[in-house]
DNA sequence: GGTCAAGTCTGGTCTATACCACTATAGACT
DNA sequence: AGTCTATAGTGGTATAGACCAGACTTGACC
């Protein structure tokens, strides 16, 4: 409720996460507008220079919306550029929908060539395979076939990654965390296996995704290929010159 | 070289664009440190505070990054190849493929309030409206509807667009060079309309395209809503944390 | 020569204040 | 009733000053 000046966190910083668990809890909603920069600064007994820095980042990420003369308010937009390296569960967590997922799949398989490629790793080598049913607010969403090297994350699968953020794992087990990706994305008609997992009725269209992720130092940490359903799901992308 | 206090232009956004243009031209190289902020604040006679502004937005921009107790420095990334940021018809070029269009309609509109609003412009000012079925080897691939702001580039209409790329005629004539842009993807089935400039059989998916392209200057160029084949395309992204 | 301490410079944080353009509204005027 | 006009409120921009922790330099001291 109340900032704590001291904090080591920085004030403007309190203050974000502050307005996100707001936001998350339900008690802003998307387009409702938020007290007046000026209002904020009293309420929490700081500058309303500090105030803006929390509000700017936040507007920066996609999460508040600003317009001069009105107000600042809540966004609906879902996915923003920011986040776009970021796993199924902390996009939908930023949407502040419930993610969840039913594991139809996990298993270690030698690698085939295909995937081996992908992974860039020696065919027949070790993958671990984790197909994933993804649902947000208990609606299925999306469904996730990712392949990752045995080598950078042994005994991953000792996780339920039905409750559990594969990439969370992977950053706080194992230290990898993704800073790049190459992604395609194309459109289709869901299949019948599709259509039953995402309880679609044909003919219904499907985004295909496939996604290659990279850390820092290039290495390939996992390749995924998604099913998303067209009309629960928007793509967003920030591309820069 | 210097900044205009009465421009119209933030000088926050004046200092960012002219530290730009020093490293574009080669008077500052990657890993070179900048004046301190309080040097610059005095060497353009503006305020710390507005230099700050300026500095961390190219820090977020990934152009510069800043390292507490030494000072801030030029990133090595920044002119890294993107081709997701060129027009339809560079993209076949590289596919290797005949780019050619149809112009379904080239007019001068008043802003509607949602396309003013991509725009950033005040709703019913003057906006051209280029709508134009895309087509690779003479097949259909697309329909593509872009709008531009007639202030930013008056008399564009004059050319024929079924032979000319509208980004090379924004480049060369108006100096309007795209250098980021925030794209949203989604499946769909596509309507009736859709399906017959396509030459598509229903039920097929395409995939729906918006996306807004700015300049350097953070200016919207144009907002263009696509339409693609699902068959026939795929979307690529390069995604960078 | 090597070590440690003081001092200086850096970016990071924060305050307080000011003016601008824009939006909405309440009230006066027609 | 409809229309204009102050006016108050909003975010956007900008200033000037302050303190902090961390990174460096310098110089006194052993």
């Known amino acids: 409720m109340e900032l704590n000046a001291n904090s080591p966190i920085p004030l403007y ?10 936001i998350r809890r339900g008690e802003l909603h998307p387009h409702d507008r938020l007290p007046s920069e000026r209002e904020l600064s009293e309420q929490y007994g700081i500058s309303r220079m500090t105030v803006r820095q929390a509000l700017q980042l936040l507007v920066k990420e996609g999460v508040l919306y ?15 550029q920011d986040h776009a390296l970021t796993g199924f569960s902390e996009q939908m967590q ?17 690698a085939a060539p295909y995937v081996a490629g992908k992974l860039e790793v020696p065919p027949h080598s070790g993958v671990i395979l984790l197909k994933r049913l993804r649902l947000a607010n208990e609606k299925p969403i999306a469904i996730e076939t990712a392949y990752l090297s045995q080598n950078l994350c042994p005994d991953l699968l000792k ?7 594969l990439y969370a794992v992977l950053r706080e087990e194992y230290g990898l965390v993704p800073t790049s990706a190459l992604q395609v994305v194309e459109a289709a008609l869901a299949n019948v296996e599709e259509a039953r997992l995402l309880e679609l009725h044909p003919p219904a269209a499907v985004l295909r995704m496939e996604r290659v992720t990279r850390n820092v130092q290039d290495v390939v940490l996992e390749y995924v290929e998604s099913v998303y359903r067209g009309d629960r799901y928007k793509f967003y992308a920030h591309l820069r010159a």
């Open 159 to 165: 996780h339920d990654f039905s409750q559990v953020s």
């Open 66 to 80: 600003t317009a001069a003369g009105k107000g600042t308010y809540v966004s609906e937009v879902l996915f923003e």
């Open 13 to 22: 910083i309190q203050l974000k996460e502050l307005l996100v668990r707001q």
């Open 94 to 110: 930023r949407a502040n929908l419930r993610a969840s997922s039913r594991v139809l799949e996990a298993t270690v398989i030698p």
